[in-house]
């Protein structure tokens, strides 16, 4: 079985291609079998990969999924987020399973920390929301990256400033708290609580914290494979995704290069992931989400919980609007199909071709975020397989119309689709 797709790339990207749940998980976990290094880029703990390992089942949170493969090298960038409690947690989770950790695992000193007030403040805010919500986890996501653009965040490297990075770290939880008091009624953490947490962090990953780009420049210059890894999906992007229902950072391939230091040039192909229908969490829009008994057996049979919150997820239809924007964003070159499984029960499949908005037919994802409650779905649809593809490992082998489905997504996405998975196992996997 292959497991890479193009054993020329040295620099490959993984990118989900809706928003966000699509199974990169098992996918950075296929090809990091040959990779030599895996390199996270953004997002922080809100996010949730899932992979199988050896019997085992791992749910990442913050670690590169590369880091159950113990010759690969894991690389977390200056666009992560870091929550230095919960990666600790992580970190010896990981250690108790007989996964070595430290010493494969190295985290940019710019990295931005998440810090208790973090969380408080995201949910205090999403409980003072007047109207929808976003639909945040509560995790201080937004706030910590609030803070990096306000240029008031803590990064890790400041932990190694010997002028006295605790006094710094003291003053900005009271300044927090103040504003918990203040605008919310909400008692914050204690300054000293935060520095013994930071202290117990460094004693555990100050050897962990490197020049992440200039680890990837000499890991390419040594002809060593590098896979990069994000988290969420491309309709999360807070710049080009369904805003504001979005993340607080860039999900897509622009987001690797600044969320690494490393030049976009040197990313060699590009892979994007989709489910073989929609899902998503939280709230804002969804053209083809199901309020249905389809949308609940979708929900039921496909597992659709996240990972991380055990949300139940929306879900929809294949929208392939959604899937086209996202090739031509990232520079897509093939996709891995997820989940193709769960669609084997239909009598019918349906796919989103267009939108209708205001009069207008819409083959482009619109770039105003006005339209977007407006849009109604345009379907195709296709005859069903009903025939079980959880067993099958071979493409060739699979129904006749279940190939149809495949084929008419290339069509609409502009893009082959290389991988299909029909289940959770590494060996349910399909090379096309």
Same mark, same amino acid.
């Given at each position: 079985?292959?497991?890479?797709?193009?054993?020329?790339?040295?620099?490959?990207?993984?990118?989900?291609?809706?928003?966000?749940?699509?199974?990169?998980?098992?996918?950075?976990?296929?090809?990091?079998?040959?990779?030599?290094?895996?390199?996270?880029?953004?997002?922080?703990?809100?996010?949730?990969?899932?992979?199988?390992?050896?019997? /085992?089942?791992?749910?990442?949170?913050?670690?590169?999924?590369?880091?159950?493969?113990?010759?690969?090298?894991?690389?977390?960038?200056?666009?992560?987020?870091?929550?230095?409690?919960?990666?600790?947690?992580?970190?010896?989770?990981?250690? =108790?399973? *007989?996964?070595?950790?430290?010493?494969?695992?190295?985290?940019?000193?710019?990295?931005?920390?998440?810090?208790?007030?973090?969380?408080?403040?995201?949910?205090?805010?999403?409980?003072?929301?007047?109207?929808?919500?976003?639909?945040?986890?509560?995790? *201080?996501i937004g706030p910590a990256y609030a803070d990096k653009a306000n240029r008031i965040g803590i990064r890790i490297g400041m932990l190694?400033?010997?002028?006295?990075?605790?006094?710094?770290?003291?003053?900005?939880?009271? =300044?927090?708290?103040?504003?918990?008091?203040?605008?919310?009624?909400?008692?914050?953490?204690?300054? !000293?609580?935060?520095?013994?947490?930071?202290?117990?962090?460094?004693?555990?990953?100050?050897?962990?914290?490197?020049?992440?780009?200039? #680890?990837?420049?000499?890991?390419?210059?040594? /002809? #060593?494979?590098?896979?990069?890894?994000? =988290?969420?999906g491309t309709m999360l992007d807070i710049d080009f995704g369904t805003y504001p229902y979005v993340t607080s950072s860039n999900t897509?391939?622009?987001?690797?290069?600044?969320?690494?230091?490393?030049?976009?040039?040197?990313?060699?192909?590009?892979?994007?992931?989709? #489910?073989?229908?929609?899902?998503?969490?939280?709230?804002?829009?969804?053209?083809?989400?199901?309020?249905?008994?389809? *949308?609940?057996?979708?929900?039921?049979? *496909?597992?659709?919980?996240?990972?991380?919150?055990?949300?139940?997820?929306?879900?929809?239809?294949?929208?392939?609007?959604?899937?086209?924007? =996202?090739?031509?964003?990232?520079?897509?070159?093939?996709?891995?199909?997820?989940?193709?499984?769960?669609?084997?029960?239909?009598?019918?499949?349906?796919?989103?071709? &267009?939108?209708?908005?205001?009069?207008?037919?819409?083959?482009?994802?619109? &770039?105003?975020?006005?339209?977007?409650?407006?849009?109604?779905?345009?379907?195709?649809?296709?005859?069903?397989?009903?025939?079980?593809?959880?067993?099958?490992?071979?493409?060739?082998?699979?129904?006749?119309?279940?190939? &149809?489905?495949? !084929?008419?997504?290339?069509?609409?996405?502009?893009?082959?689709?290389?991988?299909?998975?029909?289940? &959770?196992?590494?060996?349910?996997?399909?090379?096309?």
């Amino acid at each position: 079985m292959p497991v890479l797709l193009d054993e020329s790339a040295s620099v490959q990207l993984i990118v989900g291609a809706q928003w966000g749940d699509e199974g990169k998980g098992k996918i950075v976990d296929l090809f990091g079998e040959k990779c030599d290094v895996v390199a996270r880029f953004q997002g922080g703990p809100n996010a949730g990969h899932t992979v199988l390992f050896n019997g /085992g089942k791992y749910i990442l949170h913050q670690v590169p999924s590369g880091i159950l493969r113990p010759h690969t090298v894991c690389l977390m960038g200056n666009g992560v987020v870091v929550n230095p409690e919960s990666l600790l947690d992580e970190i010896n989770g990981l250690e =108790a399973r *007989g996964i070595d950790v430290v010493g494969r695992l190295f985290i940019s000193p710019n990295a931005h920390l998440i810090l208790p007030y973090h969380n408080l403040l995201d949910r205090a805010f999403e409980e003072e929301t007047v109207g929808e919500r976003i639909g945040t986890t509560g995790r *201080g996501i937004g706030p910590a990256y609030a803070d990096k653009a306000n240029r008031i965040g803590i990064r890790i490297g400041m932990l190694f400033d010997p002028s006295g990075w605790e006094s710094k770290v003291r003053q900005t939880v009271q =300044a927090k708290n103040q504003i918990l008091r203040r605008l919310y009624d909400t008692d914050g953490p204690s300054g !000293e609580a935060v520095v013994s947490t930071l202290r117990r962090f460094l004693s555990k990953i100050g050897v962990c914290v490197a020049d992440v780009g200039l #680890k990837i420049r000499e890991a390419r210059a040594s /002809g #060593k494979t590098i896979l990069l890894e994000g =988290a969420q999906g491309t309709m999360l992007d807070i710049d080009f995704g369904t805003y504001p229902y979005v993340t607080s950072s860039n999900t897509t391939i622009g987001g690797a290069s600044t969320g690494l230091g490393m030049n976009p040039r040197i990313i060699d192909r590009v892979i994007g992931v989709v #489910k073989a229908y929609t899902t998503r969490v939280g709230n804002g829009p969804f053209p083809t989400e199901l309020n249905d008994e389809t *949308g609940e057996a979708i929900r039921t049979v *496909g597992g659709e919980f996240g990972a991380t919150t055990g949300r139940p997820r929306r879900c929809g239809w294949f929208d392939a609007v959604v899937a086209r924007y =996202a090739v031509e964003l990232n520079g897509i070159d093939c996709l891995a199909m997820m989940k193709l499984d769960v669609l084997d029960r239909f009598d019918e499949i349906r796919i989103c071709t &267009a939108y209708r908005a205001g009069g207008q037919r819409l083959e482009s994802f619109p &770039a105003f975020c006005h339209v977007l409650d407006a849009l109604e779905p345009e379907y195709i649809t296709l005859p069903g397989w009903k025939i079980p593809t959880s067993g099958i490992r071979s493409y060739g082998d699979l129904p006749r119309n279940a190939a &149809a489905y495949i !084929e008419k997504i290339e069509s609409l996405a502009g893009v082959p689709v290389r991988l299909l998975s029909v289940g &959770a196992d590494r060996e349910a996997t399909l090379w096309k």
